[in-house]
Structures are given as structure tokens and as C-alpha cells.
């Protein structure tokens, strides 16, 4: 647990940058007022690949961040936050909620002297296969923005809160990797029901289990040299009635899905980095074989080339 209460408050802004940097994601902090840093504090508690942190920094200023290998649900519990991601200003005060992507500059351009965030950092990976498990497919875009006012996000934010708030402590019980581990995903996934749009959602309600075991086992191993027979003999139905099924509830082909699947393994690699790491190698290692056809998808996907992608790193 990071703690950085108002009883024991920072001495200087850059003090007060490297506490919530440590709690949270590290960042460039530009005060916009005279008010010194003595108001700031932060108190963050990690639940495996989910972080939940109060902060607050009692001053008018700007902040900037790449949130690397993460997302960050910014919550304003008072006050407002202004922030700009890919050119898109999004505006959030009480109930809404402002989305950070992963490994790209956000910038918060003002967060007000009196507000205070329920921040949520989500692990990009970990994010990432929660959105295939809830959704029968990868590739699910969240929005900039979510409103947390009706009763699905309501709900959500009541259940984090309560979280955050009873896992304070190290003895908490809460802190236990068997409990956190559970409470990590369920943040997950119930945050996804109330941050996707409801056609999304209703897509994943019912999947039928011809659908779901030929994704689990494609999930398992989307190397293999998968064919559209290997995956009908898994789902114990015709080609034809597998196809049906996915193009019914997952909104894509087999084959589509499994090449997207391909690519957020790739992305995830090429993103980690690592000495002597090769593009061509590591589009193989997922069984993406054609690699002009690889980096075209790639490029679709994530709106950069994979060696850009290596590069970032």
C-alpha cells in the first residue's frame, strides 16, 4: 500500500510528483496557482493487476502522462478534471469517468483545486484477456468517457469505492492474493458491462457452447496451425454451422477472430520488448506467417507499424 495522507503531507511539488508517481502512473506535473504542495495526498491500494488510488493534489494544476502498460479510469469525486488524449477533450466531474489509454500521452490540461479522483489503473494484458473472456472476442474498443450516473456504473463505482476503502492496511484481508486476485477480476469485468455500450454487452450474454469452446481452446493455443476443420471437429458441429455461430455471437468469422487474437499476443511481445527481439520472429512465433499481410493488420489495428511498435519500447 502507498500512503501519502494529509496528516503527513509533502514538503514540495516535487515530493509530492514522485509520491503519487509512485502510487499511480509516472508523470510531468506543472502547478497552475500559487497554492503550495502541502494539500496533496494520495493513498493507493494494488490488488494484482488492478490498482485503485485516492488522489488529490489541493491545488490547480496540469498533468501529464503516457500510462505505460496500463489504462487509468480517472473518477472525479468532486471538482472536474479537463484532460486531451489523441486530440480529444474529454470532461469529466462527479459520475463521470475519464479513460487514459495505454502507452499514449494523455494530458490533463486542468484538474481543479478541489478535486479529488478515485483512480483505477487496469494492467493493459490483463485488461486486454478480460475483454475476450467478457465479450467472446478481442478487439473491443472502450470509449474516452463513461457515465457512471445510471444504475450499471452506479452500481460499479459503489462497488470499488467500498474496495478501496475496506482494503487500506496491509493485514486487511482483502490484501490476501486469494481474495485479491478475485476482487481484481470482478473490478474487471463489471467495469467492462458498465464502460461498453449495451449492443456489445448483449453480444456477450449468450454464447452458445460450440462458440465458447472453440474460443477457449483457440485462447489455449493460437499458434497452432488452426483450419477451419481443426475448429469444427472442437465445437463437434459442420464448418458451416461454426461459422454461423461466430458470425451470430462474436460478430467475425473464426479465422478473423483468431487472427485478431494473433495480433494482441504479438503487440503484447513487441510492447514488453527485450534484446535481440525480432518482428518476423515474433509474428511466427503466433502463427502469423505472411508477414506483409501481418503488418497491414497490424497497422489497421493499432494505427502503427510493428517495428513502431518494438521501437516504443
Known amino acids: 500500500m502507498t500512503s501519502l ?21 509516472p508523470h510531468t506535473l506543472t502547478p497552475l496557482s500559487k497554492d503550495d504542495a502541502t494539500h496533496t495526498f494520495v493513498n493507493a491500494v494494488e490488488l494484482g493487476p488492478v490498482v485503485l488510488a485516492k488522489i488529490g493534489w489541493g491545488a490547480d494544476v496540469a498533468v501529464a502522462s503516457d500510462h505505460p502498460g496500463a489504462y487509468a479510469v480517472n473518477i472525479p469525486m468532486s471538482g472536474h478534471i479537463e484532460s486531451v488524449s489523441g486530440g480529444e477533450p474529454v470532461y469529466s466531474s462527479n459520475g463521470m469517468a475519464t479513460i487514459c489509454p495505454p502507452d499514449t500521452t494523455t494530458r490533463i490540461i486542468e484538474w481543479t483545486k ?5 483512480g483505477v489503473k487496469l494492467d493493459r494484458d490483463y485488461l486486454s484477456g478480460e475483454i475476450t473472456r467478457v465479450f467472446a472476442r478481442p478487439g473491443v474498443q472502450l470509449p474516452p468517457q463513461v457515465d457512471l450516473r445510471n444504475e450499471r456504473g452506479a452500481s460499479w463505482l ?20 486469494l481474495v485479491s486476485d478475485q476482487l481484481a477480476g470482478a473490478i474487471t469485468s463489471a467495469f467492462l458491462l458498465a464502460a461498453v455500450h449495451d449492443d456489445e454487452v448483449a453480444g456477450a450474454v449468450v454464447r452458445p457452447r460450440i462458440v465458447k ?11 497452432r496451425a488452426w483450419t477451419a476443420a481443426d475448429m469444427a471437429e ?40 527485450g534484446p ?36 516504443g519500447q
Open 114 to 118: 478541489s478535486c479529488a479522483i478515485l
Open 5 to 25: 495522507p494529509e496528516a503527513n503531507p509533502p514538503q514540495d511539488w516535487d515530493e509530492a510528483c514522485h509520491a503519487v508517481s509512485d502510487a499511480y502512473f
Open 213 to 223: 469452446r472453440v474460443i477457449d481452446r483457440m485462447q489455449a493455443d493460437p499458434a
Open 276 to 311: 535481440g527481439l525480432s518482428v518476423t520472429d515474433v509474428a511466427m512465433r503466433w502463427g502469423l506467417m505472411h508477414t506483409g499481410r501481418f503488418a497491414a493488420a497490424f497497422r489497421r489495428k493499432y494505427g502503427m507499424s510493428p517495428s513502431e511498435a518494438l521501437r
Open 234 to 273: 472442437v465445437a463437434g458441429v459442420s464448418v458451416r454451422r461454426l461459422q454461423e455461430g461466430f458470425r451470430e455471437y462474436v460478430g467475425m468469422s473464426p479465422m478473423e477472430y483468431l487472427r485478431e487474437l494473433r495480433l494482441e499476443r504479438v503487440y503484447a511481445d513487441l510492447s514488453e520488448g
Open 158 to 177: 459503489e462497488f470499488v469505492r467500498s474496495v478501496a476503502t475496506q482494503a487500506q492496511g496491509d493485514q486487511s484481508v482483502l490484501r490476501n492474493k
